[in-house]
């Protein structure tokens, strides 16, 4: 279950918003606009990758959006976690899969 809690919370910081901004992009982003908030969301990834912990009390995604506080949300960051948890939240966050496969910090700088 403590996967399970992780990858959600993953997926509400970073998963979701990423489809709802560059696949849904109902703002009508460009290409070159969207370059921001790539740089701003490492930024909060690199962060959240110091203090994986704090992903069970941040308000906003990593791209500085509010993120709705649903029942969902509300289950995932509540308070009464194990220390298992914090293994959980920090192997999520810290693994290879996680920052390569979503983020790219191995591919070369453009």
């Keep these: 279950m403590l996967q399970l809690r992780s ?3 993953s997926g ?12 849904g ?3 009508g982003l460009t290409n ?12 909060n990834l690199m962060s959240l990758k110091e203090h994986p ?3 069970l009390t941040k308000e906003k995604d990593a791209f500085n959006e509010t993120m ?3 029942a ?3 289950s995932l960051q509540q308070t009464l976690y194990s220390p298992k948890m914090t293994e959980m939240v920090e192997s999520v966050h810290n693994s290879q899969y996680f ?3 979503n983020i790219g910090f191995n591919r070369p700088p453009i």
Aim: aromatic share 12%; net charge positive.
């Design 7 to 9: 990858l959600g919370l």
């Design 12 to 23: 509400k910081f970073l998963t979701g918003p990423w489809m709802h901004i560059f696949y």
């Design 25 to 27: 992009n109902k703002g």
């Design 32 to 43: 070159l606009e969207t370059v921001l908030l790539m740089k701003l969301s490492i930024q």
């Design 53 to 55: 912990l704090e992903i």
């Design 68 to 70: 709705l506080e649903d």
């Design 72 to 74: 969902i949300l509300c």
């Design 99 to 101: 920052f390569r496969r």
